[in-house]
């Protein structure tokens, strides 16, 4: 009986062991995070459905290159929103219209639109890009954004102005191409193309490099789908700006809220404090400013606490999985002794 009620107390301590120990453990992230050495966050992901949101943020790695599935675009960053700034970033491989070069004809140029449109797509392009013309008597016009007009014109006579750009409006179109006219008839290579990279007349590179290359890089931005998402959860803990404002205190990350495309998001951000990925439970982690060289001045008897802008030292306390492991010991030992003592009285009383 004694032996029984022992192993029973010992699985009980055990049992209270691998609770204490697992409780500050966090669901790990399974999924694969890198593609030809470019990180792919959620709510991109690569692979299981669990590893990205929804297809909309698919992301298939070929050969080591990164695709943005919806769209069959080549992706060349991914940026989660920051603070102060309003939606997250795809930075893309936007095709070149070019003619004369020796990549194309001798003809008008006209790239495959860029369509990022659909059902639930949380893509739009971001109004940092510009349309630019390269090349001698060269003008660029977008194409499929109907009834605006979006264009510009170079030329090479005295001012020598083989560059044109000129931003794309606020409105944010979701299908745009570019289409390139030579409009003096005289031979020579052109190239247009919406991009992010600003440039100058003095830097800017010849029209045949960008022939050569088939791309430029163009910004998509990006909103969290929150419609039918059950990560959702994990934002309850970040700060809702959108209804309370921005007020910074002890919190690990805020959301801005809104509708887009017909469907509602989240834009949000991890503090500053806590670098990260707020769209992962606990995924804004506290900087851990007692491991940084010359903060960790506590004593001996003392333990370093993390504050939101600096350190504290606190008294040392025993560690919780000790403390309940010890406090089992104690209990099968009392019950132990208790037992014991009256195996020892129920004895005496028969000698007696």
Known sequence: ?????????????????FIVGSSARTHPDLCNRDCGGITIPFPFGIGGNDCYLNPWYEIVCNSSVPFLSRINKEVMNISLPLSG????????????????CSRSSQGPGTSKPLNISGQGSPYFLADTNHLVAVGCNTRAVMTDIQPQIIGCETSCNETNRRICQTRITEWQPQVAGVSLENTTGAGGCRAAFL????????????????????YAAV???????????????????C??????GFTAFNTSCYCSYGYFSGFSYADCFCDYMYPGNPYFQDGCIVIDRCKEEGRNKCGKDQTCVNLRDSIKCEPKQTNPVIKGVLIGLALLFFVMGVFGLYRFLKNQKKIY
């Open 219 to 237: 910004e998509l931005g990006w909103h969290y789908d929150t419609s039918s998402a059950p990560h959702v959860k994990s934002l309850s803990r």
């Open 239 to 244: 700060q809702n700006v959108t209804a309370m």
């Open 195 to 214: 991009t992010s990279e600003k440039y100058s007349p003095s830097n800017v590179p010849e029209p045949e490099q960008f022939d050569s290359d088939g």
């Open 85 to 100: 700034q309003d939606y997250g970033v795809v930075l893309i491989k936007g095709s070149v219209s070019s003619s004369g």
């Open 1 to 17: 009986m004694m032996i029984t009620n022992t192993r029973y107390l010992l699985c009980i301590v055990t049992s209270l062991f």
